[in-house]
């Protein structure tokens, strides 16, 4: 028999080693992992009650199957809202997603939002990655031309642009059905396409800034020279699909990288450029040839029928697409034969300054925000005219200019004409002269004491810097200041040696210019090639009342540069004769421009503008990409200005 006592210590040890046994049936095995459940649901869905819009993230398909991500921002009780649609490279997530707020402004408060129209105008907001950018499938292209010669697939821009808003009508239940396009830049390149062919709902298109010829004056030529200064965007927006791969510097001040390198293609190749499919078609067709004409959106919407109204956006300071706006409007404005179609505004601006603060650019001032009322007085009556049911006719007028020097805003019907009534646009030389003085009245013959012709020496190995050093990345956002260099100060280059600057007396009457200055030439080099930069200034008087700063200021009103090998044609590259005289004429960017009383008028002349432009070596070479070291030599330059071959710069100047 068992006692008691010991019967009750055998039960508790028994218990004991079943508890060890089951606690090691339990255990996991070494180097199993926790079996600790997920905490992290499947597909998370925000909750929106206290938001002030639905947002919608789709993908729609194109006529060949591929899907392009878009973002639908509704405001909340939206009922037939007419849609504005952006499509972009640029990452359609992040342009609606600026804030992280549950209100739809803040949302919005990023690039390519005009805020002051979208928000008070109810507007169902839409923003589409391109295809082969971020959030879209598909390949991706730079500015993907039209289907044909240069693309043999079945879609382009165009196309996207009708199949999307073919899906947006059918499957946005909250909308009146009427779509209006608009963008900046790359973004203002897209209505463009989009008017090609267009969507019946496509009823209006706002290109703002667009890119429209890279190689006349936008992004990567100006009359043949190359912006060097952008190879960092052909490699960030190319290289990934989502921008992740980044340009890198060995140097503070982009002088001393771009110089130690040589040629732009050698810095690609420091760079690894030729993976990227765009930068070997750059170097492939340095010169104007068919591959860049045919995809010059300005030639192209020339052929086109005109049926959807269209509002371009200039900005008169736009440090990377002067060129485009204009372009276009010249070419379109000639099929507008009832005058309802083709619209033109002139801001004060940079590139895109049009939906920020429009107060200043630089150290120029503009006594109230130009941008506000760009987007409150012409903008957004614009886009409710065509777009929302019942709207009333808007009072916009054709050509809505700003002027600078005057500070103030001009209704116009044309562009250019100088004022609303009775004034006429007079082409008038503006010449260089002896000392360089500079005047309305043509040179008299030089002597030999002081000979026709006033010379510089250009070397390759010291280019005049085209802002002052250190030189910047391209870049917006602050300490980075690439958005006002149109607008320095060009005190800087008037005091080089190897920079011309003529200046007329002291203006007793205002002057007002409104079009495209030209420059007319004549130049010689002891070498066999050369680039002009030419310069219209407004100098201010030595000081300002109240703006101690602008005292002495030199503001630059329209300047450019032109590679002289396409002096016989920008398809026709050829060498310049050595010490030859000859006559260089091209246009200058579009201004509307008062040089008030007690101003000047200047003129400047170099023959580099580095490094946002590439050097040219100065000894004709077939490709400058390639040129070599040896290449680069230094050239005596001649400017001459006497009877014959005389110098000037053709003002537009508005008269009676």
């Not at 000392?435 to 026709?452: I, K, M, N, Q």
Request: charged share 20%; aromatic share 10%.
């Amino acid at each position: 028999m068992i006692r008691p006592g010991r019967a009750r210590r055998s039960d508790s040890l028994a218990h004991i080693v079943t508890a060890l046994l089951a606690a090691c049936a339990l255990a996991p095995a070494a180097g199993a992992q926790n079996p600790l459940p997920n905490e992290t649901p499947a597909k998370y869905t925000p909750a929106t009650s206290t938001w002030d819009y639905t947002r919608r993230d789709v993908m729609i398909p194109m006529r060949d199957g591929v899907r392009l991500h878009t973002v639908i921002l509704i405001p909340k009780g939206a009922h037939r809202a007419p849609m504005l649609l952006t499509r972009t490279p640029y990452d359609a997530t992040a342009t609606t997603s600026y804030a992280q707020s549950s209100h739809l402004a803040p949302e919005l408060n990023g690039y390519d939002n005009a805020l002051d129209v979208i928000i008070p105008g109810g507007y169902i907001r839409v923003v589409q990655d391109i295809r082969g950018k971020y959030g879209s499938e598909g390949d991706y292209v730079m500015n993907r031309p039209l289907v044909g010669p240069l693309n043999g697939t079945t879609v382009d821009e165009s196309t996207d642009t009708y199949d999307t808003i073919d899906w947006l009508v059918k499957n946005v239940p909250e909308s009146n059905g009427n779509v209006g396009e608009l963008g900046i830049s790359y973004d203002g390149f897209e209505p463009l396409m989009g008017i090609i062919h267009p969507h019946p709902a496509l009823k209006v298109a706002v290109p703002m800034n667009p890119m429209v010829d890279g190689w006349m004056g936008d992004d990567w030529f100006h009359n043949g020279a190359f912006r060097e200064q952008n190879m960092p965007y052909i490699l960030e927006q190319e290289a990934t699909r989502d921008n992740s791969a980044k340009w890198w510097t060995s140097a503070f001040d982009d002088y001393d990288v771009y110089l130690r390198a040589g040629s732009a293609g050698e810095l690609a190749r420091e760079h690894g450029l030729e993976q990227v499919g765009f930068w070997n078609k750059i170097i492939a067709h340095p010169s104007y040839d068919s591959w860049w004409q045919q995809q010059a959106m300005d030639k192209i919407l020339a052929r086109q029928p005109l049926s959807v109204p269209v509002m371009l956006v200039q900005s008169l300071w736009d440090q990377e697409d002067i060129y485009g706006a204009i372009a276009v409007y010249k070419a379109i404005k000639p099929k507008d034969t009832n005058n309802d179609k083709v619209f033109l505004t002139i801001g004060p601006w940079h590139h895109g300054q049009e939906i920020e603060n429009g107060s200043s650019l630089g150290a120029i001032d503009f006594n109230s925000n130009t941008s506000l009322y760009f987007q409150k007085n012409i903008l957004g009556p614009f886009l409710a005219h065509y777009l929302k049911d019942g709207a009333p006719k808007d009072d916009v007028a054709l050509v809505n200019a700003y002027v600078t020097g005057a500070n103030e805003w001009e209704r116009l019907d044309r562009w250019p004409a100088g004022c609303a009534i009775g004034c006429a646009i007079h082409p008038t030389p503006f010449y260089l002269n002896s000392g360089f003085s500079a005047s309305f009245r043509p040179p008299v013959a030089g002597t030999p004491a002081a000979p026709g012709y006033d010379e510089y020496t250009s070397d390759p190995a010291k280019p005049v810097p085209f802002r002052a050093r250190p030189i910047q990345q391209i870049g917006y956002d602050p300490p980075l200041t690439w958005v006002q260099w149109l607008v320095d100060d060009q005190r800087e280059a008037s005091g080089r040696t190897d920079v011309l600057s003529y200046e007329s007396d002291e203006l007793t009457v205002p002057v007002k210019i409104s079009g495209q200055p030209i420059a007319n030439l004549f130049a010689s080099t002891t070498g066999t090639d050369a680039d002009w930069v030419v310069k219209v200034i407004d100098v201010y008087p030595d000081e300002v009342g109240g703006q101690p700063n602008m005292g002495g200021y030199q503001l630059p009103v329209s300047m450019d540069i032109f590679r002289g090998r396409y002096r016989q044609g920008f398809d026709n590259p050829q060498p310049i004769t050595p010490n030859a005289p000859l006559l260089y004429k091209f246009e200058l960017p579009t201004a509307n421009h008062v040089f008030l009383p007690g101003h000047r008028i200047m003129v400047q002349i170099q023959s580099s503008w580095f490094p946002l432009y590439d050097r040219n070596p100065q000894t004709y070479v077939p490709n400058i990409f390639w040129a070599k070291p040896s290449d680069y030599k230094s050239a005596l330059m001649r400017i001459f200005h006497e009877p014959g071959r005389a110098s000037f710069v053709e003002l537009p100047v508005v008269g009676s």
